[in-house]
């Protein structure tokens, strides 16, 4: 099961850092058993893959390339994405997704298409002010 939260309001220009917690793991090894991704949808507009965290490898979408950086506690089995200078353009439900490795459907052409992920969260709300 995945947990997002840390959605906010902010104004342009802000900063926000969303967290994923894991559960239902049996430990932190387990934790490195799955690759990660961080997605995002606007009212009208199809989910999109914002960034990735496979275990050696971090990829992120053009939009926000230099702006967020994921990161990951693997003892507290939570995954984050840390988001500067966000605009408008950023508000959207975020959505945390996992899969597990050996499965074959991760890859760094089609990270970002959503049927390379199992599992899903609930998404938390970001909202961006001008």
């Known amino acids: 099961q995945l947990l997002e939260s840390g959605g906010d309001s902010v104004q342009a220009g802000g900063s926000l850092r969303l967290s994923c917690a894991a559960s239902?793991?049996?430990?932190?090894?387990?934790?490195?058993?799955?690759?990660w991704a961080w997605f995002r949808q606007a009212p009208g507009k199809e989910r999109e893959g914002v960034a990735t965290?496979?275990?050696?490898?971090?990829l992120y979408s053009d939009a926000v390339d230099g702006r967020f950086t994921v990161s990951r506690d693997s003892a507290k089995l939570t995954l984050y994405l840390q988001m500067n200078d966000l605009q408008p353009e950023d508000a959207a439900m975020y959505f945390c997704?996992?899969?597990?490795?050996?499965?074959?459907?991760?890859?760094?052409?089609?990270?970002?298409?959503?049927?390379?992920?199992?599992?899903w969260g609930q998404g938390t709300q970001v909202t961006v002010s001008s």
């Open positions: 239902g793991l049996k430990s932190n090894f387990d934790y490195f058993d799955y690759y």
């Open positions: 997704a996992a899969g597990r490795q050996g499965s074959g459907l991760w890859s760094e052409e089609a990270w970002s298409s959503e049927s390379r992920y199992e599992y």
């Open positions: 965290f496979n275990n050696f490898i971090t």
